[in-house]
């Protein structure tokens, strides 16, 4: 007997992605919401597969066990917004990396209320163009670690 129910699915609107610069010296960060955003993808961070396979391994099949996470290497793409706050800060970090001193920062999206936020540092931001079309702009990121629980909900404002 089959189940029928109605779709929970809802529109993505209003889903978002900040920059948190850390205060030098410790302190708490200041976060500045990237505007222009189409499409937020939280990052996928598997485990590496570890081989623990031996000898009397179960079934002469393979044993993994989970390993170290690896870095994840992020992509963004938003609408080029030169006088952004957020986008100047992406530019600013993409530039120290390129200088061979990249800087710390903390990458938090939102996405259908849940909210998880990320240590890494930019790797690169390069602004597009296509005749006709609006402007673009990419940016490239490694993400370190989750600093949040997974999932959490946003508190309330």
């Known amino acids: 007997m089959s189940v029928e129910t109605a779709s929970k699915a809802t529109i993505s609107y209003q889903d978002e992605l900040w920059i948190g610069r850390l205060a030098s010296g410790g302190g708490s960060p200041v976060f500045t919401q990237i505007l222009g955003i189409e499409t937020v993808a939280m990052p996928a961070r598997v485990p590496e597969d570890v081989d623990v396979t031996h000898q009397q391994s179960p079934g002469r099949s393979r ?45 938090e999206m939102v996405v259908g209320g849940i909210r998880r936020t ?28 989750r600093r949040t629980d997974n999932p959490r909900v946003p508190e309330a404002d």
């Open 118 to 145: 990320y240590r890494g540092h930019v790797t690169a931001y390069t602004p597009s163009g296509t005749v006709g079309d609006k402007r673009m702009a990419a940016m490239s990121a490694k993400l370190f670690e």
């Open 63 to 107: 044993e993994t066990i989970p390993g170290l996470l690896p870095v994840a290497e992020f992509s963004q793409d938003m609408q080029f917004w030169p006088t952004d706050p957020g986008q100047m800060i992406v530019d600013e970090l993409a530039d120290l990396t390129e200088a061979g001193t990249p800087e710390d920062m903390l990458l």
